[in-house]
Nanobody, 132 residues
Framework: QVQLVESGGGLVQSGGSLRLSCTTS????????IIWSRQAPGKPREGVSC????????YYTDSVNGRFTISRDSGKNTVYLQMNNLKPEDTAVYYC?????????????????????????WGQGTQVTVSS
């Protein structure tokens, strides 16, 4: 069910930065792992990053590791995704969701953040467009 709100998307040139935010007024995000995913046109949704609920451990898909940083501000009940050195292939609609735990796997030689199977609330997404 849609209970989260994403914001911060926009149009940026290659190499630029954006910071996405994920928040809700309905419940406390601290109780959940938060996963950021993205979906480009014609492609399946893929996990990007996850922050755990218990110890704020962070996880990244290989393609964004070193460029994206996920963080949590408990006082603002908000999870952020700082995206630096953006590339045209990062263009997608970005979604945040609550999950039970963070999960990470290797597929085709690439490390991927994946939903653990306990997805709860989603947002409606925010568009990120990176021009070359």
């Amino acid at each position: 069910q849609v209970q989260l709100v994403e914001s911060g998307g926009g149009l940026v040139q290659s190499g630029g930065s954006l910071r996405l935010s994920c928040t809700t007024s309905r419940f406390t995000l601290d109780k959940y792992a938060i996963i950021w995913s993205r979906q480009a046109p014609g492609k399946p949704r893929e996990g990007v990053s996850c922050i755990s609920s218990s110890d704020d451990n962070t996880y990244y898909t290989d393609s964004v590791n070193g460029r994206f940083t996920i963080s949590r501000d408990s006082g603002k009940n908000t999870v952020y995704l700082q995206m630096n050195n953006l590339k045209p292939e990062d263009t997608a609609v970005y979604y945040c969701a609550t999950d039970v735990i963070c999960a990470w796997t290797v597929q085709g030689g690439q490390g991927l953040v994946v939903p653990s199977g306990g997805l709860g609330s989603w947002g409606q997404g925010t568009q990120v467009t990176v021009s070359s």
